[in-house]
């Protein structure tokens, strides 16, 4: 049922085709390829997941993502995710690249402090529900719920045909509104749903227990109550409903969280006052010793001055620890030991807990170990579980269910109906 990988052909014809060349059988990595009358339109450009940190990934086999073919039209990124994203850096400058706006600034401020990011020449960016014309694409933003910010689902029409890409979508976060206003206002004449499947698995998987971010605040609360000293949190700084949650949990307990520059950086390019960023009560900045040398190397003290007025020393965070929530990450672990702060601590893998098990995670869970610190795992998916997919499913009623970001498409078709699928490198009509 494979067809060869390579190009579609640029050959017109009167109706929508589509290529998926990563995503069809595995978690991440996504990249879609949409054509008709001859030109073309790719949705996300992503890493797979399994590639390791230094390995150099290829672009897929889709004329003109180098450059030199003007019938590829754009590049459409669903969300700042590497999984969707991270291939993007080797397409031309001549491919006009879409994506969120509060998204791009996350990724430009991300690319300061991390070697994994990069920043993106936007040609333009997603809104809502406003829909924007690439040659004979029509292409609407669906803003939606997600453990990114400022991510998106796509309908994208042409020739009569309309497809709708989920993105990675969930119905359990701080954003579950928009999933809702999705199932009682969604796009109507669906021919292909384009539909994730994170939490679709083997049947003999066991299936994982679906917490939403509310549950994760009520667990955080819990273990930041029950604890004398520092509770050390490990999240995202990317995840910013995570930092919401920990924020909201911090301030319940009667404790300040402590965040770092990067984790400062990303709050404000998310554009959201709402989002705990400087200024705001019961928060305050920490500078550990790698971003301090970031700042130095960049000469980027404008980011000091910025935080100058909330920020928190060792000293303070000695006399403080049962009062103070501290966002961890492995670089910092050594400080902390020779600050001497940890006495009386717990904490929180607010992450996925696959990564537990993984060299990053390993070396958390070892530090902890050595100093006598409980380790909780207190997190909620970022995807959406089988129920709230199949109520995607019934409120778009597409003609078709098409799997991806999956390791279990196969199982698609006991969950849902009118499933069919096709392979990566397959072409097929919309
Ligand atoms: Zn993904
Ligand atoms: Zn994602």
Redesign the pocket.
Known sequence: MSAPGGRVPSRPTNTMRVRIHRGSREI?GNCVEIEAQGKRLVIDLGRPLSAQPDEHVPLPAIAGLAGGDPSLLGLVI????L??YGLANQVSPKVPIFIGEAANRILREAAFFSRASFAIPAAGFLVHRKAFQLGPFRVTPYLND???FD?YSLLVEADGKRLFYS??IRASGRKAKLFRQLLADPPVGIDVLLMEGTHVRAAEAPVRAGGTESDVESACLQTMRETDGLVLAYYSAQNIDRLVTLYRAAVRAGRELVVDLYTVAIAVATGSKGVPQPGHDKLRVFLPHNQRLQVLRGKAFARTSAVKACRIYWDEIAARTGRLVMTMRGTTERELVKANVLGGANAIWSLWDGYLSVRSGQGSVEFCRRHGIPLLVHHAS??AGVTDLQRLVAAIDPRRVVPI?SEAAGRFADLFPRVVCHDDGELWEA
């Open positions: 991440g669903s969300h700042p995710h999984d969707h997600h453990s990114a991510a993105g990675d970022g995807h970001h």
